[in-house]
């Protein structure tokens, strides 16, 4: 086993005291850029890696930062994830995932236990806890939130325009030709569900397009519900020639159901989603839908609670969504569309 590089070992290597070299790896020393540039050499060639624990323990922290998620299955959250580990990669701190699985009670739960840790910082994406919950947890640690603002702690709270976005991307739909645009929503109590619901019947409005109830289905953002909604969609009695799903798992769902309808993607309908996961460049059609850069927001979000925790301002971006046109959505080519299939 490698015996570790100490201290006093960089020092006498670059000729200086083992408490400026302590001193530099902390940040706090104030010496000429002959000695730092001698340490980091001394750094380098030693090989010197710092005792993060010893650290930890010296400074009061556990250089940990929680991290709690809806669905760590999720191809959305997992590649935000993987964000977060890269933000805060090289930093010293390390994320320990928890998963509130979408429900109030597993959430604050897992919220709790990450604070009974000591963890020194903490992430939430997504989620529904009441305002009061997170203020409380601001109150404790460094905290960042994605998906929510919450009154009080705007500045630390990253949240995207899922309704402008949706009516971009039923704008796209109608630009397209189409008139009678079916909806698969996400489960009413999340609010980005609700949002995109209010986008696409925001762009059915300023076209003047009626908001047909039956074209409106609600899922839980997995495949199995986009499966179901699109094939009672296709069985019931009302006219669509385009489905809007709430995000690109749903979609993929319905691509499924159509393709086992005999509904052709996009000659019979054109079919979208939302987020722009990794797999929908590679769907059959490839699928239009609006990109949200997962990865870059967990890059994001772990960079921001880093500087809290260096006694900084939040800076968080501002970051637009945008829609991706693929193969998936074609001009109308009848009057009529898909009714009774």
């Not at 570790?4 to 020393?29: C, D, E, K």
């Not at 925790?309 to 001009?331: C, K, N, Q």
Request: charged letters at 25%; proline letters at 5%; aromatic letters at 6%.
């Amino acid at each position: 086993m490698e015996t570790p590089v100490t201290l006093a070992q960089v020092a006498r290597a670059a000729g200086v005291s083992a408490s400026t070299v302590s001193r530099i790896l902390n940040g706090t020393a104030q010496v000429s850029d002959e000695k730092r540039v001698a340490v980091e050499r001394a750094l380098s060639q030693l090989n010197y890696r710092p005792n993060v624990l010893a650290r930890g323990l010296a400074s009061g922290r556990t250089m940990s930062v929680g991290v709690v998620t809806q669905d760590i299955s999720s191809p959305f959250y997992g590649d935000m994830l993987r964000g977060v580990e890269q933000g805060l990669s090289g930093s010293g701190y390390m994320p320990i995932f928890a998963d509130g699985h979408w429900r109030a009670e597993e959430e604050s739960a897992a919220i709790d236990v990450l604070l009974a840790r000591k963890v020194d910082a903490m992430i939430v994406l997504g989620g529904s806890l009441p305002d009061e919950k997170m203020r409380s947890v601001a109150a404790a640690v460094p905290l960042v939130v994605f998906g929510r603002t919450v009154p009080g702690l705007e500045e630390q709270c990253l949240r995207l325009d899922n309704e402008k976005a949706a009516y971009e991307l039923t704008r796209h739909l109608i630009e397209f030709g189409h008139r009678r645009i079916a909806h698969i929503m996400g489960p009413v109590s999340h609010r980005d569900a609700r949002d995109r619901r209010a986008g696409y019947e925001a762009a059915l409005a300023e076209a003047g397009l009626p908001l047909v109830p039956e074209l409106v289905m609600e899922g839980d953002f997995l495949e199995p519900s986009g499966f179901l909604a699109a094939t009672r969609l296709v069985e019931g009695r009302e006219m669509f020639s385009a489905i809007f799903a709430a995000n690109d798992q749903m979609a993929y769902g319905a691509r499924l159901a159509l393709h086992r309808k005999g509904v052709r993607v996009p000659e019979d309908i054109s079919l979208v989603g939302f987020d722009d996961l990794p797999s929908s460049t590679y769907t059959t059609p490839p699928l239009t839908t609006v990109r949200q850069p997962t990865f870059d927001l967990g890059v994001v979000t772990a960079r921001c609670v880093l500087r809290l925790l260096s006694g900084e301002g939040p800076d968080l971006p501002h970051i637009d969504l945008r829609v991706h046109v693929r193969e998936s959505t074609a001009m109308l080519r009848t009057a009529h569309g898909l009714a009774g299939r």
